[in-house]
């Protein structure tokens, strides 16, 4: 088990500077296919930063884990570490800067379901 600051630098934690060029259509597609990763994503449409124990995910704490990190990857949101905790946030900006109207589409269509 590496240390906060071992994990701080991992590359899917460490904070850089994505750009909407970054994003891959197939990469969020995929990221935001599963329905436990969805929820994820609209707890965070709200705008706010939310801890990981916030979500209140009906899987174990090892596949939340695996989620955020798919989504992470994606570029669909961004974690910043402050001490023991992990805030996430949409990158909803940089999302609708490269795909206009796709978090929207896939929220409402996640709603009606």
Same mark, same amino acid.
């Given at each position: 088990?590496?240390? $906060?600051?071992?994990? =701080? ?6 904070? +850089?500077?994505?750009? !909407?060029?970054? *994003?891959?259509l197939a990469g969020v597609l995929h990221a935001l296919s599963d329905?436990?990763? $969805?929820?994820?994503? =609209? ?6 930063? +939310?801890?990981?124990? !916030?979500?209140? *995910? ?9 989620h955020f990190r798919v989504l992470r990857e994606a570029g669909v ?37």
């Amino acid at each position: 088990m590496g240390s $906060l600051l071992q994990l =701080a630098q991992a590359p899917s934690l460490a904070p +850089h500077a994505l750009t !909407s060029d970054d *994003l891959d259509l197939a990469g969020v597609l995929h990221a935001l296919s599963d329905p436990v990763r $969805l929820r994820i994503v =609209a707890k965070l449409a709200d705008g706010d930063e +939310h801890t990981c124990g !916030s979500f209140s *995910l009906p899987v174990t704490k090892s596949t939340s884990s695996h989620h955020f990190r798919v989504l992470r990857e994606a570029g669909v949101l961004s974690t910043r570490i402050e001490g023991k905790n992990r805030f996430n946030r949409l990158e909803r900006d940089l999302l609708e800067q490269r795909f206009p109207g796709l978090i929207d589409a896939v929220l409402r269509a996640h709603v009606s379901q």
